[in-house]
């Protein structure tokens, strides 16, 4: 159970490409292989935050199934969260152009970790031009020319490992194009 902070769970393909394939905030289970029945789980997690997690050895999960009321039912409830988030990123990768991926990858961080600032919504965990490559399934050259030219728009702002959203609205127009 993460308790703080933010964790990226990337795999790595056969020919040693890093894919981000979710990041889990605060108060979510992760690493739950036995709830998709595997002894181990088939991604690394890393922290992409300073974060602090609650972990119980494997041979326990049965037990917590059995003699706590609604732990299964809330582990298969992430479950089935995660499913749709995969089947949604699926539909995007088939369907979308790249300029709406990273659009929605964008929306679908501020609306998962998100805070208020000043001069937008930030994402709150440090995130890379070359982490939202990996998560977009696009190159690093392409995610630095679409936010370079956001930025020059005022719909986001680019920094080192910070990523600022200052016209959500305008992002799920380009979205949806």
């Known amino acids: 159970m993460l308790l703080d902070g933010y964790v990226r769970v990337v795999r790595i393909t056969s020919t040693g490409e890093q894919v981000t394939s979710l990041h889990i ?4 289970l992760l690493g739950i292989a036995r709830a998709i029945g595997r002894d181990t789980y088939p991604a690394t997690a890393m922290t992409a935050s300073e974060s602090l997690a609650l972990s119980w050895p494997m041979h326990l999960w049965d037990s917590f199934v059995t003699e706590y009321d609604g732990f ?6 992430t479950l089935g969260h995660r499913l749709n988030e995969v089947q949604n990123k699926v539909v995007e990768m088939a369907t979308q152009q790249v300029e709406q991926r990273v659009a929605n990858a964008l ?14 919504i930030e994402i709150d965990f440090p995130i890379t031009r070359q982490d ?14 679409l936010l370079s030219g956001w930025e020059k728009q005022g719909l986001v ?9 200052r016209d ?3 992002l799920v127009v380009l979205a949806q194009k």
């Not at 299964?72 to 409830?77: D, G, M, P, V």
């Not at 702002?157 to 959203?165: D, F, P, T, Y």
């Open 25 to 28: 905030p605060a108060g979510q």
């Open 72 to 77: 299964a039912t809330e582990s298969y409830k």
């Open 107 to 120: 929306l679908r961080l501020i609306n998962q970790t998100g805070r208020n600032v000043e001069n937008g």
């Open 132 to 145: 939202l490559s990996e998560l977009t399934a696009t190159t690093l050259h392409t995610v630095s020319r």
């Open 157 to 165: 702002e680019s920094r080192r490992k910070r990523i600022v959203v």
């Open 168 to 170: 959500p609205h305008a």
